[in-house]
């Protein structure tokens, strides 16, 4: 049965409406996000170009590309739009340029007619959903892999420049290494390390061209990977040393204590098969189906014995024969995007901490590896019913929360949202722009249900997702902001400070949380010296609070709090206020 796409002005529209829903309208949020954007500010305000800071704290964790573009658009748009919208604007700019990559491709890959059911499985990863709406280093990261992918594929081809292939693959190693670090550029060298060890012949051949392609990619590359880290070098070698050392290679290593430690391979291997979902299932499906087809392909014999000692030799190494097999007939192209999957698969294996973040450069991969079968439609009535049903339930949900939260706050129902949200004392007011985007999504949604016969399934599963996150993020999305963001609690400290509060004190405060505060009380935030410093160096003192493991104050503090706040729902975290004095000096 031939599947269709929806029509071109339709995906534009959907798609960028898809990644500006939870982009916009809303703070910041943990983990990563407020220290991201604490760094853009102080760029912003003309400070610490070449060493990013939180505040007033060095902080060399990634590399400032994010930073830097984001500095950028916000001082190029000044009175047009805040820092804020500024920043995740640019987010929204490189999830575009990912997505026109992604497309690259797929037309590589397998032709123009997987490129809109690969970006469709891509943007439908479960795992994928939440990072991708993001103002964080990963963004651009994934941009500069799928940009690295297709000059690698570019590469694999016959007939394409190598100067062509080389600056799209020198390109996107450089992007993403000022993004984030080394691993983009160690996932490159390592697959073509493992594409000369498992494809020499058809390497061979083209051996010359090869190299040019990587001459003009090293060459593309080197200035991306130069110009910050010898910056860094000059002004602040012991920055140099902790980025490179403890937050690139310790990270890989374990030494530094970077990160969480891995617990279990299986559990990672899990975690890989429940966020790839549903497209793990279709690349699965797809790899399957052709080294059957392989397989049962009748050998090309010269003879009748030749041919009895042909399916004797398959009998007794059928399993590899198979895979041999298919591993020599596939085209070039498929087999660059395999060997990526593999080298991000050993890196990350190799890695002593890992986080589900880190996945995010598999997902184009597999989006492209689904893509044929993503491409074909849900045959089965029963399927497309109970799908449709189980995600209009939640949809449904979704609407009935929203509607007791404007019109009823006291009968919110609880269930599975009282741990995290606010159930009490909480009202919603009516949005006219999020009830009407609330309301396109929905009928987009059922549109592509009725088209789900002839639509593929790569559109039918992403239209279920629009329906489940355009609801919540466009409807819910003040509910959700309440509890996450940090704009009422550092409103409500800023106004309980004096207006000519220079800086701020803190003990236990996190990256994310002095951002914040940079940004919404507007002074910088500085770090006391240990748990119980002996001097203060501002007016006043901010004391987080962890949930059962209250701080003492420092003896410098004067009587009781003058604030005390925490986020709504928020039962881990409180801050405490006090006003800092200068101690006698012991005769």
């Not at 949020?29 to 704290?57: A, C, R």
């Not at 990160?259 to 790839?276: C, I, T």
């Given at each position: 049965m031939e599947s269709?796409?929806?029509?071109?002005?339709?995906?534009?529209?959907?798609?960028?409406?898809?990644?500006?829903?939870?982009?916009?309208?809303?703070?910041?949020?943990?983990?990563?996000?407020?220290?991201?954007?604490?760094?853009?500010?102080?760029?912003?305000?003309?400070?610490?170009?070449?060493?990013?800071?939180?505040?007033?704290?060095?902080?060399?964790?990634?590399?400032?590309?994010?930073?830097?573009?984001?500095?950028?658009?916000?001082?190029?748009?000044?009175?047009?739009?805040?820092?804020?919208?500024?920043?995740?604007?640019?987010t929204l700019g490189w999830m575009l340029l990912t997505l026109w990559g992604l497309s690259r491709c797929a037309t590589c890959y397998g032709g123009r007619r997987l490129a809109l059911p690969a970006i469709a499985a891509f943007l439908g990863i479960v795992g994928g959903i939440t990072h991708i709406h993001k103002t964080t280093?990963?963004?651009?990261?994934?941009?500069?892999?799928?940009?690295?992918?297709?000059?690698?594929?570019?590469?694999?081809?016959?007939?394409?420049?190598?100067?062509?292939?080389?600056?799209?693959?020198?390109?996107?190693?450089?992007?993403?290494?000022?993004?984030?670090?080394?691993?983009?550029?160690?996932?490159?060298?390592?697959?073509?390390?493992?594409?000369?060890?498992?494809?020499?012949?058809?390497?061979?051949?083209?051996?010359?061209?090869?190299?040019?392609?990587?001459?003009?990619?090293?060459?593309?590359?080197?200035?991306?990977?130069?110009?910050?880290?010898?910056?860094?070098?000059?002004?602040?070698?012991?920055?140099?040393?902790?980025?490179?050392?403890?937050?690139?290679?310790?990270?890989?290593?374990?030494?530094?204590?970077?990160?969480?430690?891995?617990?279990?391979?299986?559990?990672?291997?899990?975690?890989?098969?429940?966020?790839?979902?549903?497209?793990?299932?279709?690349?699965?499906?797809?790899?399957?189906?052709?080294?059957?087809?392989?397989?049962?392909?009748?050998?090309?014999?010269?003879?009748?014995?030749?041919?009895?000692?042909?399916?004797?030799?398959?009998?007794?190494?059928?399993?590899?024969?198979?895979?041999?097999?298919?591993?020599?007939?596939?085209?070039?192209?498929?087999?660059?995007?395999?060997?990526?999957?593999?080298?991000?698969?050993?890196?990350?294996?190799?890695?002593?901490?890992?986080?589900?973040?880190?996945?995010?450069?598999?997902?184009?991969?597999?989006?492209?590896?689904a893509a044929r079968l993503a491409s074909i439609p849900i045959r089965s009535a029963g399927k497309r019913l109970g799908l449709a049903v189980s995600i209009g339930v939640v949809g449904g949900y979704g609407w009935l929360q929203w509607g007791l939260l404007v019109w009823a706050p006291e009968h919110v129902l609880p269930w599975g949202v009282s741990a995290w949200l606010p159930v009490n004392d909480f009202s919603l007011p009516f949005q006219p722009f999020a009830f009407a985007v609330a309301i396109l999504v929905t009928g987009l949604w059922g549109w592509i249900l009725f088209r789900g016969r002839s639509m593929s399934r790569a559109w039918v599963w992403l239209a279920n997702v629009t329906l489940i996150w355009g609801i919540l993020h466009t409807l819910l999305l003040p509910w959700l902001d309440a509890a996450r963001g940090y704009r009422v609690t550092f409103v409500s400290l800023r106004e309980a400070l004096p207006s000519d509060v220079a800086c701020l004190d803190t003990i236990g405060v996190g990256e994310s949380e002095r951002a914040m505060l940079h940004y919404w009380v507007g002074v910088v935030p500085t770090i006391a010296n240990g748990a119980g410093p002996s001097e203060p160096t501002c007016s006043h003192l901010l004391i987080m609070d962890k949930h059962g493991r209250d701080r003492e104050a420092p003896p410098f503090v004067s009587g009781n709090p003058l604030w005390q706040g925490s986020r709504q729902a928020d039962r881990n975290e409180r801050f405490r206020l006090f006003e800092t004095v200068r101690l006698k000096p012991r005769l």
């Open positions: 269709s796409n929806p029509p071109r002005w339709l995906v534009c529209a959907w798609i960028v409406a898809y990644l500006a829903i939870e982009l916009f309208g809303r703070d910041f949020w943990k983990p990563d996000e407020p220290y991201s954007f604490g760094m853009t500010l102080n760029m912003i305000l003309g400070q610490h170009w070449i060493v990013p800071h939180v505040g007033n704290t060095a902080f060399v964790e990634k590399p400032p590309l994010l930073y830097w573009t984001g500095a950028v658009a916000a001082l190029a748009f000044d009175g047009w739009a805040t820092p804020q919208v500024a920043v995740q604007g640019v280093a990963d963004v651009p990261q994934l941009t500069g892999a799928v940009f690295a992918l297709d000059g690698s594929m570019l590469a694999a081809r016959t007939g394409v420049s190598p100067i062509r292939a080389g600056l799209w693959l020198g390109t996107g190693g450089g992007i993403a290494f000022l993004a984030k670090g080394l691993m983009i550029p160690a996932t490159m060298a390592l697959a073509v390390v493992l594409l000369f060890l498992t494809r020499s012949k058809a390497m061979n051949r083209q051996r010359s061209r090869l190299w040019r392609v990587l001459v003009w990619a090293a060459g593309t590359c080197a200035p991306w990977v130069m110009i910050w880290p010898v910056l860094l070098w000059l002004e602040a070698p012991d920055q140099f040393h902790e980025w490179f050392w403890r937050d690139n290679v310790g990270r890989f290593t374990g030494h530094g204590n970077v990160g969480e430690l891995r617990a279990s391979y299986w559990r990672d291997a899990g975690v890989l098969f429940a966020l790839s979902m549903p497209v793990f299932a279709w690349m699965l499906g797809m790899v399957v189906r052709r080294v059957k087809r392989l397989a049962l392909r009748p050998p090309m014999c010269s003879s009748e014995r030749d041919a009895e000692s042909r399916y004797a030799h398959a009998r007794r190494y059928g399993c590899l024969v198979r895979i041999t097999k298919w591993w020599h007939a596939i085209s070039d192209a498929r087999c660059v995007v395999l060997i990526y999957v593999i080298s991000v698969t050993i890196l990350l294996l190799g890695a002593a901490s890992i986080r589900e973040l880190y996945l995010l450069p598999l997902y184009p991969a597999f989006a492209l590896i």
